[in-house]
């Protein structure tokens, strides 16, 4: 260990370099897990608030696009264990001056799941604003959304960023808004156990309806895959740069140390003492990378959610899964870089000592 | 150990440079190896010493081929030490952690006995960088030997010392071979004679002459 920190002092600049590299690879993979992770964990926390059961149009890619007949929540509310239905419309527009901005469309029932801040629930011509859009518009009295004036009836605070960063206004001003009766139905469940048959009986209604559980929606649905997949996209290209950099700066440093790992051949060391020194020097510089660029994360991730440009749309967390996942990624990224290079070292003849006579 | 080498022969490419050599070289002996460069003693002396295979013949330690030796590695830092014309010690290393570097577990206890021995015991936590250069060639006989080698192969272990460091190297090559340790020495330096027990003369890639 101490020989391994002599070593890394020794060749600092290298050193610094393939720290450098590391750190912000790690942190590029830290970043986009965390950020992927908290819009899938906020949008699926918002479905999850008082739905067991999840209603859509059938075949849609977003629930954005979903258009259903609010009518038929009458006829689901009255199945045998279904407790409550709440409409929803979740839709997108512009509120001046802010180019896109998240609006929910829910009805009475659902008002409490809001908890106020100031003001009252808004009733029709009125909406209420998430605390992080009011903060950003600097507490309007109004709002133009879609061209529309609305009054601004109160302010409401949501651990959901994408809440806390949206519009909330009855279901039938938002229906008027985004030209639909409903985007969603939440159902909520008395047994869950009756939650198959329930999603055979819903299913049965109408053609164009599919209902699905929550886990399971949440599962199945395309845009969450899709963010998933570019994370681990994104996260497997940090990790393979993160390799080359350490491949292509080991490389450098094996080179410089040529005489150094000939001479341990000379005196008879193993290959394998020359893989495990240079691997345990590179460990070393990943977990002093690993713990930077954790600091480093977090306060990205905090600058950017305070940052009003964001809406409070962006609100990564690194959890203690994720911290153990980079954690496990940044050890086999040292490992998997150094290992060719530490091979090499382990191969070098010491004859060039004596042929080239110079270090 | 005694080494016993037969008709070896070494080609670099189309290079002929070793033309088949028969030597042997006894337990605690010092020999010295010279010769014009481009003679050979080089080659011969990588070969004898495990760190390279020749074309053609073998080398045998105690009867004991090295063909027929598991893991040359081992035998290597066991039973062999090695000297070069430059120190090469680890510049991060102080001089007593690079003795410490070659030595068996077993050995380590002796590292401060034999840097005194040599008189660097004040120097063992300096680094290469901080003392001359015949002290840094002191510090690698040193590690060549913390192993109480069979033998200790040194190519031109004094091309970069002063008459007077060379002739300090010399003794001390000669008092250790007085306690049992083998020396074979490849070398153009002619005061070599005045220490060695036998000068095997070298040229084109042949014995020229064995002197005792």
């Given amino acids: ?359 | 150990m005694n080494i016993e080498a037969h008709a070896l022969e070494h080609f670099y490419g189309q290079e002929h440079v070793l033309r088949g050599v028969d030597i042997s070289l006894k337990q605690g002996s010092f020999t010295a190896i010279v010769g014009e460069s481009g003679s050979g003693k080089t080659t011969l002396l990588s070969i004898l010493s495990t760190l390279l295979h020749p074309t053609k013949g073998s080398v045998a330690y105690d009867g004991k081929a090295l063909s027929q030796v598991g893991n040359i590695d081992h035998f290597r830092r066991r039973h062999i030490g090695f000297v070069f014309q430059f120190h090469y010690l680890i510049s991060y290393l102080s001089l007593r952690e690079n003795v410490a570097l070659a030595a068996l577990g077993e050995n380590e206890a002796n590292i401060d006995l034999l840097l005194a021995e040599l008189g660097i015991e004040r120097l063992a936590k300096r680094y290469s960088d901080e003392v001359s250069g015949g002290e840094r060639q002191r510090a690698a006989i040193a590690r060549a030997l913390v192993n109480r080698p069979s033998i200790v192969f040194a190519d031109e272990p004094t091309g970069n010392l002063d008459t007077k460091n060379a002739l300090g190297v010399y003794e001390l090559f000669r008092r250790f071979s007085d306690e049992g340790i083998g020396f074979a020495v490849a070398s153009h330096d002619k005061k070599i004679a005045d220490f060695a027990d036998t000068i095997i003369e070298m040229e084109d890639g042949i014995v020229k002459a064995i002197h005792t």
């Fill in chain 1, 1 to 359: 260990m101490i020989t391994a920190l002599k070593a890394l002092r020794k060749n600092r600049f290298k050193t610094a370099l393939i720290f450098i590299s590391m750190s912000v690879s790690i942190a590029a993979i830290f970043l986009i897990s965390a950020i992927s992770g908290g819009v899938v964990s906020m949008y699926s926390a918002m479905l999850k608030t008082d739905g067991d059961i999840i209603v859509t149009q059938r075949g849609i890619a977003d629930t954005f696009f979903s258009d259903i007949n609010r009518s038929w929540s009458d006829s689901i509310v009255k199945m045998e264990g279904v407790k409550e239905v709440s409409s929803l419309i979740l839709g997108a527009a512009p509120v001046d001056p802010l180019p896109i901005v998240g609006v929910y469309g829910v009805n009475e029932g659902r008002f409490k799941n809001y908890s106020l801040v100031s003001g009252s629930y808004p009733k029709v011509g009125e909406v209420l604003l998430g605390s992080k859009i009011d903060q950003s518009l600097k507490h309007p009295e109004t709002i133009t959304l879609s061209k529309k004036e609305f009054h601004v009836s109160g302010v409401f605070k949501s651990k959901i960023g994408f809440e806390d960063g949206g519009v909330v206004m009855n279901l039938g001003d938002a229906g008027e808004v985004f030209h639909k009766s409903a985007s969603i139905f939440l159902v909520s469940l008395g047994n869950l156990e009756k939650s198959d048959a329930l999603i055979g009986q819903i299913n049965g209604l109408n053609p164009d309806l599919e209902a699905k559980t929550t886990d399971s929606f949440i599962d199945s649905y395309n845009q969450f895959k899709i963010i998933q997949t570019s994370s681990d996209v994104i996260g497997a290209m940090a990790f393979l740069m993160g390799i080359l950099g350490i491949v292509s700066m080991m490389s450098m440093v094996v080179n410089d140390r040529k005489a150094e790992f000939g001479i341990m051949r000379s005196l008879g060391l193993s290959s394998g003492v020359i893989i495990t020194r240079l691997l345990s020097e590179t460990l070393i510089i990943a977990l002093a990378a690993f713990a930077v660029a954790w600091g480093v994360s977090e306060g990205v991730l905090e600058l950017i959610k305070h940052a009003d440009k964001f809406q409070g749309y962006i609100n990564g967390e690194i959890t203690v899964a994720l911290l153990c996942k980079v954690f496990v990624v940044s050890v086999v990224m040292a490992l998997v870089g150094t290992l060719l290079p530490a091979v090499y070292a382990s191969r070098i003849d010491p004859m060039s000592l004596i042929q080239k006579g110079s270090a």
